[in-house]
């Protein structure tokens, strides 16, 4: 046993006992074959010799209990690399975590995959070079890249971490498997059809360090209430264990909407951390409830606003003295407008209030879109790389949009400006975002799926 691993014990009993016996036995042994060696009969000094030992050997072992007992990895020490994680800045939580070194794309092996329920699947993903993996904030997201037969190119897309254990040797990405979209001629999801049906244990996936800014901060002690519906409940279980894991006493609202039981994933797992956390506490509602669904859900209907105020609300109050607390969303875009409005409504600032979609949602009618260029005059938009000028006018779309349009085929996954894929160097001129980004994006760079050309004049890295 060595020095570092008796640091390791957390029981300071335990610790002790180990560090008297390891430097007892450190000192007794030599000392017993020094008596030995020097053992004579008519040597007068044997049984002092004997008795200095045995005083050598109780002592050291004292010392050893004492050094043992002080040594232990201090809370300090073990949440060290927590506390390097979160930096606050202003109003934002600015992620400082290492990657090891790691980068860019990394080879991970598909070690595990549990069907959750009858449209998500959960892949368990260890990197193929057995090196370790850099922790990540509850909410952020791994970007993977898939070879799909029948594409022209590699599919890029982004999916939350739906796990958090300090013991990190695998990442767990939970994927709701995309049908067609009723009445459009749209295809399928073809990244999540192809991992449900194509993607199995021994599997080798292409993936990013984490990253994203939707993470929860885990040394405040506001309430907090994550609320999603579908496979919004990813980045949610993340959250949850990671509060009851290293702030257990804040107090923690789990609610969540879902068509039915079967497509209610994880819900033996959420109610194991609330059985075992008096501070979780959950609401499961099912809008379409079936029979065989009695007693594992407590309300019909959805998650909106008026069940935060007449439920979440009052218990708050009385727990917490307050009904002020954080709030993360994540769910489709309909789901999450609607919680926006009514909590605004209600009184809560908007910066109380985080969201996550990867889905973008479909404007109003009356949407007025920021202040992007309404004017008809054309703007030369040149792709450097490509070595192709074309001209763009406000109705060709984004700068993404016109790129594919022209035969370019850059890199994307959320088309929201949520993970930042499709980042791209600007030499010359402006553009301006319809939406603010979510991803961090690097001076010189713009996000080109939620931007439009600003200046007469635009020069892109592509």
């Keep these: 046993m060595t020095i570092e691993s008796i640091r390791e014990i957390s029981n300071p009993i335990l610790r002790a006992i180990a560090a008297g016996i390891v430097v007892g036995s450190l000192v007794t042994i030599p000392a017993a074959l020094a008596v030995q060696l020097v053992k004579s009969p008519k040597d007068s000094n044997v049984e002092s010799n004997s008795q200095l030992a045995v005083y050598a050997s109780l002592a050291s072992t004292a010392i050893g209990a004492a050094i043992g007992l002080g040594s232990g990895k201090r809370k300090d ?16 939580v600015a992620i400082a975590s290492s990657n090891n070194g790691w980068i860019d794309w990394r080879k991970f092996i598909v070690m595990r995959k549990v069907k959750e329920s009858d449209g998500i699947t ?10 370790s993996i850099p922790d990540f904030m509850p909410g952020q997201f791994l970007t993977i ?4 037969p029948g594409q022209s190119k590699p599919v890029i897309r982004t999916y939350s971490l739906s796990d958090y254990d300090r013991s990190l040797m695998n990442y767990r990405l939970s994927i709701k498997r995309e049908p067609a979209p009723a009445n459009l001629n749209v295809s399928h999801g073809i990244a999540s059809n192809f991992m449900h049906d194509s993607i199995h244990e021994d599997s080798i996936i292409w993936v990013k360090p984490p990253a994203g800014k939707f993470v929860l901060d885990l040394h405040s002690p506001k309430p907090a209430v994550l609320i999603s519906n579908g496979v919004g409940i990813t980045p949610m279980i993340a959250m949850a264990k990671a509060v009851i894991l290293l702030n257990p006493l804040r107090q923690i609202w789990f609610l969540h909407g879902a068509r039915d039981g079967s497509n209610h994933a994880f819900r033996d797992e959420i109610n ?7 501070n979780l506490h959950v609401i ?23 069940l935060i105020q007449n439920i979440v609300a009052p218990e708050m109050q009385q727990l917490c003295g307050s009904t002020e607390a954080d ?11 609607a919680l926006r409005t009514g909590l605004r409504a209600w009184g809560v600032p908007d910066s109380n209030v985080l969201f996550e979609s ?5 404007p109003k009618a009356s949407q007025v879109v920021g202040n992007i260029t309404t004017s008809s005059d054309a703007v030369e938009v040149v792709f450097s790389k490509s070595g192709k000028t074309h001209t763009w006018n406000p109705v060709e779309g984004t700068i993404l949009d016109f790129a594919e349009a022209n035969g370019l085929n850059p890199d994307y996954s959320c088309r929201a400006g949520v993970c930042g894929t499709c980042a791209c160097r600007i030499a010359t001129g402006e553009v301006e975002y319809e939406e603010e980004p979510t991803a961090s994006v690097d001076p010189g760079s713009v996000l080109i799926c939620i931007s439009k050309p600003k200046t007469a004049r635009v020069v892109l890295d592509l």
Excluded: W
């Excluded at 959960?122 to 090196?131: A, M, Q, R, T, V």
């Excluded at 890249?145 to 799909?148: V, Y």
């Excluded at 809008?287 to 859900?297: F, L, R």
């Excluded at 709030?327 to 407008?337: E, T």
């Design 272 to 278: 194991g951390l609330c059985a075992s956390n008096p």
């Design 122 to 131: 959960s892949f368990y993903l260890h990197p193929e070079d057995n090196g």
């Design 358 to 362: 990867f889905a973008k949602a479909m």
């Design 284 to 306: 499961y509602c099912y809008s379409k409830p079936t029979a065989t669904d009695t007693g594992n859900y407590h309300q019909q209907g959805y998650v909106d606003s008026a």
């Design 327 to 337: 709030y993360f969303l994540c769910g489709s875009p309909s789901f999450m407008d």
């Design 77 to 92: 020490d073990r949440e060290r690399s927590l506390d390097d994680r979160i930096v606050q800045t202003n109003d934002s």
């Design 145 to 148: 890249k898939l070879d799909i």
